[in-house]
């Protein structure tokens, strides 16, 4: 039986946050920055999607958070014949009873791994759509609210598309946060092969906090301090993407405010209760490369050197 989290964890969403991420680069080695992301896209209230080949650690992410926040973890196998239903849940007929009763899907959890998610057909992939945005499942017209927090781990296999499906905008806008986890450093692997982190150490995580105190965390989160002058920051960033070249659908103004969020949720991170220039500059390349769309078609890692050109090119406001 789990142990239960120090209550002073639950009480400050930036003691809550360091909580989580020592629990998690404890399991994750070698990936500090990456976690870090990861945890971004938790405190914003989104999403994450990790792009990377197998073995890299995407499973175990997933669960470490899981682990952290004792929360509810369920996995989802993506295939081209998997069913909308099941994802969201479906309702049954009960005979003892003789009426029809929802059984929910695995899409009622607080964390949710969906595994190659672009193996999916785009009908179960749009049946992702309205839990991402609107935190609930519609299943012949009655609608079910999921728990709080809801947070969708998807990731994809960079190698090899046959039997893939890629992504929509509309689907991809959806994700917080994209990133990918990478091989380890030596370092890190060596650990990891003694037993001090991966799959070992999962067992080892115990709870930080509550689904409910993240909960709250994550909604105090959207009130961290953020001057006009970082506001204007982010909106000049948003428009030079609609303004670029190689970009024929720029940010929109949900990509601008989930870059918003996700400073806040950086600086939250971090240990800050203010947004600064630098918390913007860190989050944009991951918050916005995956929502744009080039002349080239879906290119994430050109859509994040672009990124990385506009925020160079863009004075930020001074501290």
Known sequence: MQSQPAPSSSRDPR???????????????????????ALVALFSGG???????????????????????????????????????????????????????????????????????????????????EPMEERQVTVDGTTHLLPEPFFVVATQNPVGAAGTFPLPESQLDRFAIALTLGLPGRDAEREILAGRGGVDALDAIEPVTTPDALAAAITSTRHVHCAASVIDYVLDVA??????????????????????HAAQAYATVVG????????????????????????SGTDVPHAARIMRDIIAAIAAPRP
Not at 251 to 256: G, L
């Open 272 to 295: 800050r209760d203010f947004v600064s220039p630098d918390d913007v500059k860190a989050v944009a390349p991951h918050a916005m490369a995956h929502r744009l769309v080039l002349s």
């Open 47 to 129: 999403h994450l999607l990790v792009e990377d080949v197998p073995g890299t650690g995407k499973t175990l992410l997933a669960k470490a958070l899981a682990s952290a926040i004792g929360g509810r973890f369920r996995r989802v196998q993506c295939t081209p014949d998997l069913l909308p239903a099941d994802v969201t849940g479906t309702d049954v007929y009960g005979p003892a009873t003789g009426a029809w009763e929802f059984r929910p899907g695995p899409v009622f959890a607080n964390v949710l791994l969906v595994d190659e998610v672009n193996r999916a057909s785009p009908r179960t992939q749009a049946a992702l759509l």
């Open 15 to 37: 003691a809550l946050a360091a909580g989580l991420y020592e629990a998690v680069v404890s399991t994750v080695r070698g990936k500090p920055d990456e976690v870090r992301l």
């Open 239 to 260: 428009g030079a993407t609609r303004e670029h070249p190689d970009v024929v659908i720029g940010a929109s103004p949900r990509a601008s405010l989930g870059l918003l």
